[in-house]
Every structure is written in C-alpha cells, then in structure tokens.
C-alpha cells in the first residue's frame, strides 16, 4: 500500500507558479512512476505530467508543455509539480498518482495508476 498527501495548493493572479508536492508513504516508492492528474468543475478528470520510477522519462499534456514540470525525490519520497506562467484555466482540483509499473505503457491514461492522493485545490485568478 501507498499513501498519497499533496500538498502546495492555493490561490494564485494569472502568469504567476505554484509547486505542488506529494508525499508518499512506503518503503518501495522509488519502484513506481508517479503522475498528475487534475480536474475542474463538472469536467472530467485530465492527464496533466508523468515521471518514470527513474525520472528518467517524463511526459506532458500539451495543454502544459513547456510551464509545468514534473520531478521527483525519491530519498525524500515526493514527487513535485512546478507550475509556472498559470492560467485560469488551470484551476482544478490536482491529484497525484502512483504506478506499480515502473514505465506505464499508457502514462496518460488514470486506469495506469494504483494509488491516488485526496488532491489539493489549485485557483488560478484572472
């Protein structure tokens, strides 16, 4: 069993970042990639980044390419997420994610992942 604390929320003007961390609890975290995922009022939730056990490969939704990045810690046992250059249409509820595959086939797709956090509410002011 993993469990998953994000952390790092908030309310933030348009342009500006917000890092976002997720704590996990286990001795095997290392051994599982990790994604984001967020969702937004009445809309289904969405892929948002993606990083291999390793951190070797990660992986964007094109929506965020090139503003978010995604890595990890893994003597500390996080994965983070900065956001930079914020829009409000990236204002949503940010979840994190936990794979026992260590390099999903489809690191993109929620049915990939095993383990969820409770997610954290991301607003992003106009």
């Known amino acids: 069993q993993v469990q998953l604390v994000e952390s790092g929320g908030g309310l933030v003007q348009a342009g500006g970042s917000l890092r976002l961390s997720c704590a996990a609890a286990?001795?095997?975290?290392?051994?599982?990639?990790m994604g984001w995922f967020r969702q937004a009022p009445g809309k289904e939730r969405e892929f948002v980044a993606a990083?291999?056990?390793?951190?070797?490969?990660?992986y964007y939704a094109d929506s965020v390419k090139g503003r978010f990045t995604i890595s990890r810690g893994n003597a500390k046992n996080t994965v983070y997420l900065q956001m930079n250059s914020l829009k409000p249409e990236d204002t949503a509820v940010y979840y994190c994610?936990?794979?026992?595959?260590?390099?999903?086939?489809?690191?993109?797709?929620?049915?990939?992942?095993?383990?969820w956090g409770q997610g954290t509410q991301v607003t992003v002011s106009s």
């Open positions: 990083i291999t056990w390793s951190g070797g490969t990660t």
């Open positions: 994610a936990a794979s026992i595959d260590r390099t999903p086939n489809r690191p993109g797709w929620d049915g990939s992942y095993n383990y």
């Open positions: 286990g001795r095997t975290f290392s051994s599982y990639a």
